[in-house]
């Protein structure tokens, strides 16, 4: 579930902050050999003196480690703050997440062990390098060839870091292009100027008998509210993450069959097309006649119509659900609207089915409202709110644009 969806970006953003410690050990090598350079005489007078050079290479080392353990616990202070900023990114009002972000030994010991592998790849050069000096050499200064030969070093790691830039460079362009195809992406509706609300009865004292007419007087209230263009009811809402499927079965020859039959669901009232502004290719739309009382009916996506009725007319074609196969009558489509996406921006386009709302079976809690407005939404939140308190005050509310879903 959660673990899944989000892996694979975890993982991304791992290897790329591994780069940038391997950047930053980079700097810090370059600052150290630098530093080791203004300390030659120091060193020569050490080692005059009897210091071996093991004992200094120690005392280099030692700096370095005191150096990488002051990084590693800012570290831990900003991966604190941090891991609650990301999950916080990752909550909605909805659905909230929940993480233990309590430091464990485990994470305590891989800090441990990365501070003590950056003193080491940052400093165990420059140490070296740091304790190859003589007194004499020293006393009568470098030559050019000695001169040469000390920024050698220097120059790899310089070398290192472009090379490891390089790659983040490349990686922060590629980036920005998904990110400007994903905002440019022919998603299949309109995502500015909606104001999205999700109305929750299962809180409030309304009867269950009674949610259906509470939907359609909260729908009423809504559409009376100045700015609102049109008003739509419907189960689900585009790329809000709640899904609901069924293999299907469709009165077409070589049908796909198992996994292949997978379709997508939604129940939406007659103006969610107008409303999200999604095109309708052929047959006809939702009207109020279809009820519980009347025929079952669908509109499909284009995928479902080439996928299932390849080189058909779907208008007027039929399909079972799964769990209505042993049902006499199957659902007839009444028309083709054009795809739109589902669950993720990024997924391929799903054969989509939707239903009238008023055929949905049960009761359900909770139903979405979409609202297309003439003015910012920001502005309609308090009347929104105070046309469902004229149904009911018990009723709980989220309200978010679709652009922000």
């Known amino acids: 579930g959660l673990r899944r969806q989000f892996e694979k970006p975890l993982y991304i953003l791992m290897a790329i902050v591994g780069l940038v410690l391997l950047i930053a050990c980079s700097n810090i090598a370059s600052l150290t050999l630098a530093r080791a350079t203004a300390r030659n005489k120091e060193i020569a007078v050490r080692q005059a003196m009897g210091a071996s050079r093991w004992r200094l290479v120690r005392q280099l080392l030692t700096e370095c ?4 353990t002051a990084g590693a616990l800012l570290g831990m202070l900003f991966a604190r703050w941090g891991t609650a900023l990301l999950v916080s990114y990752l909550s909605t009002s909805r659905d909230r997440v929940f993480l233990d972000l309590t430091p464990d030994l485990r994470i305590l010991g891989f800090t441990a062990a990365i501070a003590l592998l950056t003193a ?3 400093g165990v050069l420059p140490a070296l390098r740091a304790t190859r000096v003589s007194l004499a050499s020293v006393m009568k200064g470098p030559g050019d060839s000695e001169h040469r030969a000390r920024f050698r070093p220097a120059k790899w790691i310089v070398a290192s870091q472009v090379a490891l830039s390089l790659v983040l460079l490349v990686a922060a362009g590629l980036l920005l292009r998904s990110f400007t195809r994903l905002v440019t992406l022919d998603i299949g509706f309109d995502r500015n100027n909606v104001l999205l609300v999700q109305a929750d009865l299962k809180e409030s004292n309304i009867p269950v008998e009674q949610r259906p007419a509470a939907y359609q007087q909260i729908e009423a209230r809504l559409r009376a509210l100045p700015g609102v263009i049109s008003v739509s009811r419907s189960w689900n809402t585009p790329i809000s993450g709640n ?6 079965a469709v009165d077409a020859p070589h049908p796909p069959t ?8 939604n129940f939406i009232s007659p103006s ?3 409303t999200l502004r999604t095109g309708f290719l052929v047959g006809r739309r939702f009207t109020d006649l279809d009820s519980k009382s009347t025929p079952k009916v669908a509109i ?3 995928t479902l119509a080439r996928k299932f009725f390849p080189g058909l007319d779907p208008v007027g074609r039929t399909f079972r659900t799964e769990m209505q196969a042993n049902q006499s009558s199957p659902i007839q489509i009444v028309g083709v609207a054009k795809d739109s996406k589902y669950e993720s921006l990024r997924e391929d ?12 079976p049960g009761d359900a809690d909770r139903e979405n409202f979409a609202l297309r407005i003439a003015t910012p939404p920001s502005t309609l939140i308090a009347g929104v709110q105070n046309a469902v308190a004229g149904v009911n005050k018990t009723i709980s509310l989220d309200l978010h644009t679709l652009a922000q879903q």
């Not at 198992?258 to 669901?265: A, C, I, N, R």
């Open 349 to 360: 386009t799903l054969p989509t089915a939707f239903f009238p709302i008023s055929q949905m």
């Open 243 to 248: 899904t609901w499927n069924q293999f299907i």
């Open 120 to 122: 080491i790849l940052f």
């Open 272 to 274: 969610y097309f107008d």
């Open 65 to 68: 480690l005191v150096l990488s």
């Open 258 to 265: 198992g996994e292949d039959s997978l379709t997508y669901f």
């Open 300 to 302: 499909v996506n284009e």
